[in-house]
Structure formats: C-alpha cells, structure tokens
C-alpha cells in the first residue's frame, strides 16, 4: 500500500456455496462483488444514498483484481476499502481482501469512482462532505 491511501472501511462477508465455481473456489467475478459491498457500505455511511434516482452519485469508470490465492467455502472474507486524495469528480480506491483468521492477503484490486449527474450523464464534483472525509 502507497502512504498516501487512507482506510476508510474494513467489512466482512460471508462466503455463499453459489459463489464457487467448477474448480470448487470463488469464482473470480464474486471478487469484484466483494470489492462493490465494501464500497456501497463506505458510500451509504457517508449518507450519500446509492440509488439511480438520487440525481447524482457514483459510478465506477474501471476495476480490475489480482487474484492471489484461492478463495474456498466456508469461510468469511474481510475487505479493507482504501482511497487516495480525491480529484475535481473522481477518488481512485483499493482494496484488499483475506480470509477472517488468516493474515495472507488473498486478492487485492482497484476501482476508480466518479460523481456523476444520473440525468445528463457526466460527472460533477465530488460533494464537499465526500472530500473532507479523504
């Protein structure tokens, strides 16, 4: 991790049977729903409701994951959601994921959020509660 990423959220999440694959791991794509819970749980704390009619809210432009080591039922993840100093729309986050009871981190990966106005598509700034708390 970079000095200049903040923790803003550390969450846990319980690993589902359906979320395994033919291999008998966490299919790769349930990585980047762990990455979005964590997000969601960050957004709503900050009272900024994620919602299609809110008017304006965030949105991810790009994500990606490393997958590190594989995920298997049963078992809890715990995700830590990091972000870095916001620009004028936008705030880069990262997150690591683990497994409860083991330091190894399993999967680490990023997601670039923007403000946008729902109704004309483009992005606005970021509100000023969101940029206090980075």
């Not at 990423?5 to 794509?29: C, S």
């Not at 979005?36 to 809110?54: G, H, K, L, S």
């Not at 690591?96 to 083991?102: H, I």
Request: hydrophobic share 45%; with cysteine.
């Amino acid at each position: 991790m970079e000095e200049d990423r903040k923790l803003l959220l550390t969450t846990k999440i319980p690993v589902r049977w359906g979320d395994m694959d033919f291999y008998g791991h966490v299919n790769n794509t349930v990585y980047f729903r762990f990455f979005e819970q964590a997000r969601v749980e960050w957004i709503e704390a900050m009272r900024f409701p994620v919602d299609p009619n809110a008017g304006k809210g965030p949105v991810i432009i790009n994500a990606s994951c490393t997958f590190l080591i594989p995920v298997n039922y049963p078992a809890t993840v715990i995700v830590k959601l990091y972000a870095g100093e916001p620009g004028r729309s936008s705030v880069m986050t990262w997150y690591e994921l683990f497994v409860e009871d083991d330091d190894r981190l399993y999967a680490d990966g990023t997601a670039k959020v923007v403000w946008m106005d729902m109704e004309t598509g483009k992005s606005v700034p970021l509100p000023d509660a969101l940029r206090e708390a980075l």
